[in-house]
């Protein structure tokens, strides 16, 4: 990933809570079969130096068969994004020399793969995932609100994959490189189109160059 300096993040904490707010990540693979990208909810603990991505693939997604021959794989997480109109930045008014662009925040997250066909293991993982989706909700569905037979039935038609983190990136691109006047003008133009609660506008606010 290009990586700017002004744009680069580091925080594990900011990094982690990205791929939490937003599990649905790009699990690429590079296998005897040629490149191969499937989106997939993911969870991620704790442990390990960078924590470890949990998910599971349909049986039928041969994707896991590429992921057990393979030592490295990607994952990347898109966070919040919009694009940004030059019209917003006080610099065109005062030399017209701007450019649209796009701000952006991604994680992208590399890791060794295994694959999982335990049946407690996948069990714990669609719990897991499920009650972190449910746990908002004014009445959570639970995973054995499903009838037993069913939900054992599912289980045998899923894969586990488990990702052991060895490098973690994360890119932040939200106007850092413009004047405190332009990034002024970015967070109205963002709050006005998308309302004050806009998430790339609250990132622009609170980046610094």
Same mark, same amino acid.
């Given at each position: 990933?290009?990586?700017?300096?002004?744009?680069?993040?580091?925080?594990?904490?900011?990094?982690?809570?990205?791929?939490?707010?937003?599990?649905?990540?790009?699990?690429?693979?590079?296998?005897?079969?040629?490149?191969?990208?499937?989106?997939?909810?993911?969870? *991620?603990?704790?442990?390990?130096?960078?924590?470890?991505?949990?998910?599971?693939?349909?049986?039928?997604? *041969?994707?896991? $068969?590429?992921?057990?021959?393979?030592?490295?794989?990607?994952?990347?997480? $898109?966070?919040?994004?919009?694009?940004?109109?030059?019209?917003?930045?006080?610099? !065109?008014?005062?030399?017209?020399?701007?450019?649209?662009?796009?701000?952006?925040?991604? #994680?992208?997250?590399?890791?060794?793969?295994? #694959?999982?066909?335990?049946?407690?293991?996948?069990?714990? $993982?669609?719990?897991?995932?499920?009650?972190?989706?449910?746990?908002?909700?004014?009445?959570?569905?639970?995973?054995?609100?499903?009838?037993?037979?069913?939900?054992?039935?599912?289980?045998?038609?899923?894969?586990?994959?488990?990702?052991?983190?060895?490098?973690?990136?994360?890119?932040? !691109?939200?106007?850092?490189?413009?004047?405190?006047?332009?990034?002024?003008?970015?967070?109205?133009?963002?709050?006005?189109?998308?309302?004050?609660?806009?998430?790339?506008?609250?990132?622009?606010?609170?980046?610094?160059?």
């Amino acid at each position: 990933m290009y990586e700017p300096q002004h744009f680069r993040e580091d925080d594990p904490t900011l990094l982690a809570g990205l791929v939490r707010a937003h599990p649905l990540g790009l699990l690429v693979s590079a296998g005897p079969g040629g490149l191969l990208a499937n989106p997939i909810p993911f969870l *991620l603990d704790d442990d390990g130096a960078h924590g470890t991505l949990r998910a599971h693939l349909a049986r039928p997604n *041969l994707q896991w $068969q590429d992921l057990a021959t393979v030592s490295e794989c990607l994952c990347v997480f $898109q966070g919040p994004q919009a694009y940004v109109t030059p019209s917003w930045y006080a610099t !065109k008014r005062e030399t017209g020399r701007v450019v649209p662009t796009w701000n952006y925040a991604v #994680v992208q997250a590399w890791g060794r793969p295994r #694959v999982v066909e335990d049946e407690g293991w996948l069990r714990r $993982q669609i719990e897991d995932l499920t009650a972190a989706r449910e746990a908002a909700r004014p009445e959570p569905w639970a995973v054995s609100d499903a009838p037993e037979a069913f939900t054992a039935a599912q289980i045998r038609g899923i894969v586990g994959i488990e990702i052991t983190l060895t490098r973690i990136a994360g890119k932040w !691109k939200m106007s850092q490189n413009r004047s405190e006047a332009d990034r002024a003008g970015v967070v109205a133009g963002l709050t006005e189109e998308g309302g004050p609660a806009d998430p790339v506008a609250a990132l622009v606010g609170r980046s610094r160059p």
